[in-house]
């Protein structure tokens, strides 16, 4: 048994109101994914970087492929200067179009987690506002003890 999970046991058992439990629960659950965010982000890089690796690696081998291919038997692969200029300036435009696109990542997961942060911080001043409409409500509804 982990030291987070006897912990999180130790906290339950000596508490015997249902909202302080569910308030552990719910914390430690919190905790346990925030602490887990970056060994998932590094996953996924890992990922992404080994796929970029495979293709790399499989349309260089085609290539080479075929080189070979051409080379004996004899066809002929020179390319007019139009052709590899078309081929130069569509890579670049591609590159570019790439770069555009890592921007608009960017730009957007920092709206999104401005965002976030926006609702949270608004979340502890909805908090408040129903705690001081609970309480007017509580108090109009009860009668006051003599």
């Given amino acids: 048994m982990s030291k987070q999970t006897q912990t999180l046991e130790k906290q339950t058992q000596t508490s015997e109101d249902f909202f302080d439990v569910y308030k552990q629960n719910v914390e430690k659950y919190f905790e346990n994914a925030i602490d887990a965010v970056p060994q998932h982000q590094q996953s996924l890089t890992n990922i992404q970087s080994e796929w970029y690796k495979a293709?790399?690696?499989?349309?260089?081998?085609?290539?080479?492929?075929?080189?070979?291919?051409?080379?004996?038997?004899?066809?002929?692969?020179?390319?007019?200067?139009?052709?590899?200029?078309?081929?130069?300036?569509?890579?670049?435009?591609?590159?570019?179009?790439?770069?555009?696109?890592?921007?608009i990542i960017q730009a957007t997961t920092s709206a999104i987690q401005k965002n976030i942060q926006t609702w949270n911080n608004s979340a502890s001043a909805f908090t408040d506002l129903n705690k001081n409409i609970l309480q007017s409500w509580i108090s109009t509804f009860t009668q006051p003890r003599n």
């Fill in 55 to 103: 293709c790399k690696n499989t349309i260089s081998s085609a290539i080479s492929l075929q080189q070979e291919f051409a080379k004996k038997t004899g066809i002929d692969t020179d390319i007019s200067v139009a052709a590899k200029t078309a081929i130069v300036d569509t890579n670049k435009q591609i590159i570019m179009a790439k770069s555009v696109q890592n921007q």
